[in-house]
């Protein structure tokens, strides 16, 4: 019993860090967080080095992009300003990354619709899931964790991903303006 509604805390506390987001412009954004299923408040000594130096080097790619963190009433925030980019990791252990989406330009024809590249909220989910690991060693905080993504749109979007027979891309339908919470792992 004592797991279940600990789990159901999880999940409630990254729901919310999901809808506090705040979006600028009518790019679509994606949302990644993870935190400790056994979380309490004040967890975390913010005040490390290390964890300050892990976190200041938490870019969206592979490439090493130190950027110093500031303190927020919310914990540890590295921000950049290409597409919004955000990282913040609490006194609770929970990380959450945000971002808005680079677009692919749109074909002839189509120039009012969003064009999405899947593969790149695979690599971008991939980049937080190995950069989470260093963070959550620096801090101390074991697990299991609880991971979860949300992708947040203003208007129609469509993704378009490599048709596997090397002809081109391949475009998906479009999807409704919304709030889109994938599966929690």
């Known amino acids: ?11 409630q506390a990254l729901d919310g860090c999901f809808m506090k987001v705040q979006r600028t412009g ?20 913010l005040k490390d080095l290390n964890l300050r130096d892990v976190i ?11 950027n110093q963190v500031s303190y927020t009433f919310d ?3 590295r921000r950049d ?7 913040r990791f609490g006194h609770n252990g929970l990380l959450r990354s945000s971002f808005q989406l680079p ?21 971008l989910l991939r ?10 060693e620096a801090a101390g905080v074991s697990g299991p964790y609880l991971l979860g993504m949300m992708l947040r749109t203003h208007g129609p979007l469509r993704a378009a991903y490599n048709d596997p027979t090397g002809f081109g891309a391949v475009y998906t339908a479009p999807i409704a303006p919304g709030d889109y919470r994938f599966p929690y792992v």
């Open 1 to 11: 019993m004592r797991t279940a509604s600990r789990l159901e805390q999880a999940e």
């Open 26 to 45: 009518n790019a679509p954004y994606l949302i990644i967080g993870m935190i400790p299923i056994f979380f309490d408040d004040f967890l975390v000594d």
């Open 56 to 66: 200041s080097s938490f870019s969206r790619t592979a490439v090493r992009n130190y």
């Open 75 to 77: 914990g540890l925030q």
């Open 81 to 87: 300003d290409q597409f919004e980019y955000t990282v």
């Open 103 to 123: 677009l692919i330009p749109p074909r002839q024809g189509e120039e009012n619709q969003d064009v999405l590249g899947l593969t790149a909220v695979d690599l």
């Open 127 to 136: 980049n937080f899931v190995i950069k989470a690991t260093a963070v959550y």
